[in-house]
């Protein structure tokens, strides 16, 4: 697009590739996030002496955060996602509950209000009923979230889900809603303009999750039809107008097996998934989002949006499936990374380069697109075959295996998947 990029960076990853590649690099703090990647001031004060117009969050640390985004509008700085308001409506997911209410999108029945202590929790937990899942009302990307079966297991969940939250995006506030049993976890994306135009792009299945953290995704979910893609996109487009949205978001829905969905959370943000959805649209999403952050309208209608293919992801994290899967930071000695038609990979790896113990474990996102899933799943399983990352252990071999896996090919994905395969796995 012709634009000069400026790279923050903590003293950690001052060799990391996104600080060579940009035009211009800036230090921001020590290792630790709360004193870089956390630090509103330091980002702002980089991005002023820069002289940059805008800011792009990315998908992690204060992506999601309405009060990054207001000091952005403070200094007239452009936040490339939507405004702080909206932000603080659909971020926090129990606000975010009460505005799908509002709007007539199906949600999980849960805490229509804002949770701070167990005892208040425990008291919704019991009008619900339980299974019930325990979430922070901040953040995302499975962080703060904890299941509790009975009222037992509550307390200890609840204050395990809040240290995590409090810990992770500075903010304790928490909701509690039913539990659904063997669902699919299905989003779809959407993008709005400032001139009050809102489509989506279809959806993802992010079924195959570990802790609620994904691990594979494709687009688009062979368990839909086209009458309920219709169904779910409309919703999320509804959703999406109710709340005046604009740039691009993630509508995240639980689909049970019956075909029944319900609004589960949404993502203000661009999602780390975002390529399978480029693949079969042919939309390059950020862009987009920066096209609408400028003041111009979408790039296309609803009925201009096509998916073609199947497309899948499958995400690279320097960690030992064998041993709980351990985080193992340290020095990449080695790396080879697959090509070819239909293959894509999205990485900061490169030979020598020093995997920090500070941040989140992912290497790479390997995306692969075919004619149809079972082209797809062959393509994955030969780019995942090519994949050499030495130094650090890696989850890749376990990857190939879920590729591998029969139920898996066959499309009998849910929530509840991962389980199910370490059993068959262990037997």
């Known amino acids: ?217 494709e687009s688009p979910c062979i368990a839909i039809s086209d009458e309920l893609r219709r169904k779910m996109g409309a919703a999320a487009v509804q959703a999406a107008k109710a709340a005046h949205y604009k740039n691009a978001g993630t509508i995240e829905f639980l689909l049970e097996p019956d075909g029944n969905f319900y609004f589960m959370e949404m993502n203000t943000r661009i999602q780390v998934e975002h390529p399978v959805t480029e693949w079969v649209t042919g939309l390059d999403l950020i862009k987009e989002q920066i096209r609408v952050a400028s003041g111009l309208p979408l790039s296309l209608t609803q009925d201009q949006v096509k998916l073609k293919g199947h497309a899948i992801e499958c995400r690279i994290n320097a960690e030992n499936p064998e041993k709980n899967f351990m985080p193992c930071p340290g020095l990449i000695t080695d790396v080879h990374l697959p090509g070819g038609f239909g293959v894509r990979v999205d990485t900061a790896v490169y030979n020598g380069c020093q995997i920090p113990a500070y941040y989140d474990s992912m290497l790479a996102k390997l995306i692969v697109h075919g004619r149809d899933r079972q082209e797809a799943i062959n393509r994955m399983i030969c780019a995942l075959g090519e994949v050499v990352i030495e130094g650090v252990d890696t989850n890749v071999d376990y990857q190939y295996e879920i590729l591998n896996d029969p139920e898996y090919q066959a499309g009998n994905i849910d929530i509840e998947f991962i389980d199910q395969f370490m059993a068959r796995r262990e037997k």
């Not at 590649?21 to 630790?32: Q, S």
């Not at 209000?113 to 499975?142: Q, S």
């Open 1 to 217: 697009m012709g634009i000069e990029t400026v790279a923050v960076y903590s003293e950690a990853d001052r060799e990391a590739l996104h600080t060579q590649l940009a035009d211009e690099a800036i230090c921001i703090g020590p290792a630790p996030s709360k004193d870089s990647y956390l630090n509103m001031e330091r980002i702002l004060s980089a991005t002023l002496v820069s002289g940059a117009d805008a800011i792009h969050p990315g998908f992690g640390f204060l992506s999601e955060n309405s009060h990054f985004a207001r000091r952005c509008q403070e200094c007239h700085i452009t936040y490339i996602g939507p405004d702080p308001e909206v932000i603080e409506k659909l971020g926090n997911k129990s606000e975010a509950r009460n505005t799908m209410c509002s709007a007539g999108v199906p949600v999980i029945p849960g805490s229509k209000e804002p949770i701070y202590d167990e005892k208040k929790g425990l008291e919704i937990a019991r009008k619900i009923g339980f299974p019930v899942m325990i979430k922070a009302a901040l953040g995302g990307g499975g962080k703060g979230m904890r299941m509790a079966e009975n009222e037992e297991e509550f307390a200890g969940s609840f204050a395990t889900a809040q240290k995590e939250a409090q810990m992770a995006f500075g903010d304790g506030t928490m909701y509690v809603e039913r539990f659904i049993r063997h669902p699919r976890h299905v989003e779809f994306q959407i993008m709005a303009d400032a001139f009050g135009n809102v489509i989506h792009l279809g959806e993802r299945d992010c079924s195959v999750q570990r802790n609620h953290q994904k691990m594979i995704e």
